[in-house]
């Protein structure tokens, strides 16, 4: 699977949007990138994944490069409890394979 | 949603004893679970991957004696830490997937001392 590089950490002030880059340059025509979180001792949480066209959902929005390079997630309003490690992972769409988590970006969401 | 149980969510056990950590997929069958472990200020490292009947499959490094995992059915995957050691003491977390899927259960906090 392809690496994934993404900045340690980053603050965001509450209620203004926070963008998370990832870079991919690395990445397949077959591989989805996917963006989980991670809120202190929980389990990851799934937030959204896309191939090329960007995506939004109820939580995010994704947008792809169109080299496919890099992404960006985009929480639109960040609140507090937005505050997370985020993990951006690169794999062909085949669930049961294994996922692995890189470093991730700390997101401290300030008021 | 898919819903993944994961019990205990903390357990202190003593130096040379046993601990077995469930994962339970509530609402679907799991083809595939995973089991990772995560130390402090670290990222989750995944430890094994394991689908229902047969033998899990370690990652390097892994010692698959010290952690049995035993995946009997399609919603219930066990990880057991065998001779615990205070160096056990971590954050487990189990992932079950199906078609639709990769969803984790909320972690396990094992301290040995």
């Known amino acids: 699977d392809a690496k994934t590089t993404q900045p340690p950490s980053m603050d965001c002030a509450e209620g203004r949007a926070a963008n998370l880059p990832c870079n991919h340059s690395?990445?397949?025509?077959?591989?989805?990138v996917y963006w989980y979180r991670q809120i202190h001792s929980q389990g990851p949480q799934y937030i959204i994944h896309?191939?090329?066209n960007n995506e939004t959902n109820e939580m995010a929005s994704l947008i792809i490069t169109e080299d496919r390079k890099s992404s960006t997630l985009i929480l639109p309003h960040a609140t507090l409890r937005d505050t997370a490690v985020y993990y951006c992972i690169v794999r062909p769409d085949r669930y049961g394979n294994k996922l692995v988590f890189g470093a991730g970006t700390i997101l401290r969401v300030k008021s | 949603g898919a819903v993944v149980s994961q019990h205990p969510s903390r357990v202190i056990c003593k130096s040379g004893t046993s601990v077995k950590i469930e994962c339970r997929s509530l609402?679907?069958?799991?083809?595939?679970m995973f089991w990772y472990r995560q130390f402090p200020k670290q990222s989750l490292m995944l430890m094994a991957t394991s689908n229902e009947g047969s033998k899990a499959t370690y990652e390097q490094g892994v010692e698959k004696d010290k952690f049995l995992i035993n995946h009997a059915s399609l919603t219930l995957s066990t990880l057991t830490v065998t001779s615990a050691h205070p160096e056990d003491s971590s954050f487990y977390i189990c992932?079950?997937?199906?078609?639709?899927?990769?969803?984790f259960g909320s972690g396990t906090r094992l301290t040995v001392v």
């Open positions: 690395t990445i397949s025509g077959n591989e989805y």
């Open positions: 896309g191939l090329k």
């Open positions: 609402d679907f069958q799991a083809t595939t």
């Open positions: 992932s079950a997937t199906d078609s639709y899927g990769y969803t």
